[in-house]
């Protein structure tokens, strides 16, 4: 059975796409409160909300972010008749996301500014990905002691800007207190034979 973890990094287009859908963004949302069945859900989802659904539309939003493995089954309790109730959880206690066109548009950016060719160029875009992964993925310790802030900061602002506050704090602290993490990626760019005309000179 699968187990939630502290941080799940989302690469797939289709699973950022339904944060930015209400009724998805909501149920995600009332999950951080733990596992739930879909009448559980449906009961907070409908407190005090505009957009009331019915509890098959409810079950069709839990059933859509299973399919994305934004949710899972997290524990069937057995009822009469041989039926079986299904508890629902969050696979991440917080979702980050890793946008594979931007690092694609970096790498291209990068190849043109250091003179890379095609090959270079997907090798370099490599290296981003598995730097930007180790950067969201690096140090825990920032969700578990910023957890109950970033909370109360996403019910203010959105899980969608927060999501990239974090990312923003993730680039500007983990390079410097990890300097490891970036050392094949700059390695790699200035082993280029060919740094263009864009890249500032230095001095001797």
């Not at 289709?14 to 930015?20: A, D, G, P, T």
């Not at 879909?38 to 409908?46: G, L, Q, S």
């Not at 949710?71 to 629902?88: A, I, W």
């Not at 602290?173 to 993490?181: A, C, D, G, S, V």
Request: net charge negative; glycine share 4%; proline share 3%.
């Amino acid at each position: 059975m699968t187990e939630q973890i502290l941080v799940k990094v989302l690469e797939d287009p289709r699973q950022i796409e339904l944060f930015e859908d209400p009724p998805y963004g909501r149920i995600l949302a009332i999950l951080r409160n733990g596992e739930l069945n879909i009448k559980e859900i449906h009961k907070r989802f409908n407190k005090n909300y505009e957009d009331k659904k019915a509890l098959s539309s409810i079950y069709r939003y839990v059933e859509k972010l299973v399919e994305l493995d934004l949710v899972y089954v997290s524990k069937e309790v057995k009822k009469r008749k041989h039926l079986t109730e299904s508890y629902y959880s969050r696979t991440g206690k917080f979702f980050v996301f890793s946008d594979r066109d931007i690092l694609k548009a970096a790498a291209e950016l990068l190849s043109q500014m250091y003179g890379l060719d095609k090959e270079k160029e997907r090798e370099l875009e490599g290296l981003l990905e598995e730097y930007d992964g180790k950067i969201l993925r690096h140090d825990s310790d920032f969700y578990r002691d910023c957890s109950q802030a970033i909370l109360e900061m996403e019910k203010e602002y959105g899980f969608k800007i927060l999501a990239g506050a974090t990312y923003v704090i993730h680039q500007i602290l983990y390079p410097r207190k990890y300097p490891e993490l970036g050392k094949d990626v700059f390695e790699f760019l200035e082993s280029a034979e060919n740094p263009s005309a864009l890249l500032p000179e230095t001095s001797t």
